[in-house]
Structure formats: structure tokens, C-alpha cells
């Protein structure tokens, strides 16, 4: 494998920003008096905005589910503005293949102006030269389609571009564009799908070895 370029996932890979938003639908839910259980949150990680919101309409109705979205997404951008934290291991990946002169791309669900201000408010945008975002194609994940257009951004292939993602949708959309994929799990455990399709580490301080014999 010749790795010639490095795509991210953002929310869950590098930044810290699930528990943050699994807290937001877990206050707020309370201050609705719903109840809805932890298992709910997490079947949505890794989904693009609108299967969310699909998922809530769903089982609450469109009256509740929008107030319900909008008071956290309210609460949720607050802490947005202010930084999510890191995930460990970030800074020094992010780094280390910088130096080594390694292209390197954001591929996420979130929507562009919020990736680019969660980016920013980070501290780590400058660390890439290609962003694709779920408002830039039709289909988002678990389609390839937000891969293949970071790929097509970087100008590399995708079977020489290595994804890097926490979540099982992201696995999945990495692998239908072809690329090799490396899961780092955040709040879900890797699945048997996806064990079979990425090679599966604890942190982001395991990649870089896994990395170096192959860059190219």
C-alpha cells in the first residue's frame, strides 16, 4: 500500500465533540421531560443532519422533535464558539504527517459552515488543504461520495488515500470509495462490519506507526 494522502472524519476522530453532544440531547431532553435513553443518542452518531432529524420525527412527532433540535442545537453551538476539545493524539498525528509533507483532508457529515468554524475554534484548520462536507454532495455517509470528492480535492487517488474514522457509517463510506480505512472507536465499539473492512485501533497515537512504513 502506498499512502500518498490522509483523510479525516472530524466529530468523534479528532475532536472531542460527541460526549459534548450526547450531554446537550441529555439536558435538554430532561428539560422536555422525554424520555429518551442514551441508546437513542448514540445509534445517531455518525448520521448526517437530516436522517437525525428523520429518526426524531420519528418517534416524537415534528412538534416535539423541532423543539427539541433546536434547543440543542442552540446549546450545542454555544460550545461550538467557544472550542471542543481535542481527541488524544491529534495534535501530534496532525503534526507529525504535516512535517513529513503528507496532504491531508477533513471528509465529515457535519455541514460546512459549522465544520469550518468547529475547525477553526479548534485550532487545527490549518492543518488541511481539502475539506469535503455533507453540504457539498448529494449523499452523504454512508455513500462514498464525501471521500471521493476529499480525494478528488487532494488530487490523489482514492486507493492511495488512507481514511481514519470513529464511526461505523464513516467505515463504511471510506471503504466504498476504496480507500484502506483505520477505525479509532469514540462512544460505539467497532462493529463485526466494520472489522471487517478497517483495520481497528484504541487512539490516535497508533496510527502514525501503522502509517510511516507506508507513506510514500
Same mark, same amino acid.
Given at each position: 500500500?502506498?499512502?500518498?494522502?490522509?483523510?479525516?472524519?472530524? *466529530?468523534?476522530?479528532?475532536?472531542?465533540?460527541?460526549?459534548?453532544?450526547?450531554?446537550?440531547?441529555?439536558?435538554?431532553?430532561?428539560?422536555?421531560? =422525554?424520555?429518551?435513553?442514551?441508546?437513542?443518542?448514540?445509534?445517531?452518531?455518525?448520521?448526517?443532519?437530516?436522517?437525525?432529524?428523520?429518526?426524531?420525527?420519528?418517534?416524537?412527532?415534528?412538534?416535539?422533535?423541532?423543539?427539541?433540535?433546536? *434547543?440543542?442545537?442552540?446549546?450545542? *453551538?454555544? =460550545?461550538?464558539?467557544?472550542?471542543?476539545?481535542?481527541?488524544?493524539?491529534?495534535?501530534?498525528? =496532525?503534526? *507529525?504527517?504535516?512535517?513529513?509533507?503528507?496532504?491531508?483532508?477533513?471528509?465529515?457529515?457535519?455541514?460546512?459552515?459549522? /465544520?469550518?468554524?468547529?475547525?477553526?475554534?479548534?485550532?487545527?484548520?490549518?492543518?488541511?488543504?481539502?475539506? /469535503?462536507?455533507?453540504?457539498?454532495?448529494?449523499?452523504?455517509?454512508?455513500?462514498?461520495?464525501?471521500?471521493?470528492?476529499?480525494?478528488?480535492?487532494?488530487?490523489?487517488?482514492?486507493?492511495?488515500?488512507?481514511?481514519?474514522?470513529?464511526?461505523?457509517?464513516?467505515?463504511?463510506?471510506?471503504? /466504498?470509495?476504496?480507500?484502506?480505512?483505520?477505525?479509532?472507536?469514540? =462512544?460505539?465499539?467497532?462493529?463485526?462490519?466494520?472489522?471487517?473492512?478497517?483495520?481497528?485501533?484504541?487512539?490516535?497515537?497508533?496510527?502514525?506507526?501503522?502509517?510511516?512504513?507506508?507513506?510514500?
Amino acid at each position: 500500500m502506498s499512502v500518498r494522502a490522509v483523510i479525516f472524519d472530524m *466529530d468523534g476522530l479528532l475532536i472531542d465533540s460527541e460526549r459534548v453532544i450526547l450531554d446537550c440531547w441529555r439536558s435538554v431532553a430532561a428539560e422536555h421531560a =422525554l424520555p429518551l435513553d442514551d441508546g437513542l443518542w448514540l445509534s445517531m452518531v455518525g448520521m448526517h443532519d437530516a436522517a437525525c432529524t428523520e429518526l426524531l420525527v420519528r418517534l416524537l412527532g415534528s412538534g416535539k422533535a423541532e423543539r427539541l433540535s433546536v *434547543d440543542c442545537k442552540d446549546r450545542y *453551538d454555544l =460550545l461550538v464558539e467557544q472550542g471542543l476539545p481535542l481527541k488524544d493524539g491529534a495534535i501530534e498525528l =496532525l503534526r *507529525d504527517l504535516s512535517a513529513r509533507g503528507v496532504p491531508l483532508a477533513v471528509a465529515t457529515s457535519t455541514r460546512r459552515e459549522r /465544520a469550518l468554524v468547529k475547525l477553526a475554534r479548534s485550532g487545527i484548520d490549518h492543518y488541511f488543504s481539502a475539506l /469535503a462536507t455533507s453540504s457539498d454532495v448529494e449523499h452523504p455517509k454512508p455513500a462514498a461520495d464525501i471521500y471521493l470528492l476529499a480525494a478528488k480535492r487532494l488530487g490523489v487517488p482514492p486507493e492511495n488515500c488512507v481514511a481514519l474514522e470513529d464511526s461505523e457509517m464513516g467505515v463504511r463510506a471510506a471503504s /466504498a470509495a476504496g480507500m484502506a480505512v483505520i477505525q479509532v472507536p469514540d =462512544l460505539v465499539p467497532a462493529s463485526e462490519l466494520t472489522r471487517s473492512l478497517a483495520q481497528i485501533v484504541t487512539s490516535l497515537g497508533e496510527v502514525r506507526p501503522l502509517l510511516r512504513p507506508h507513506l510514500w
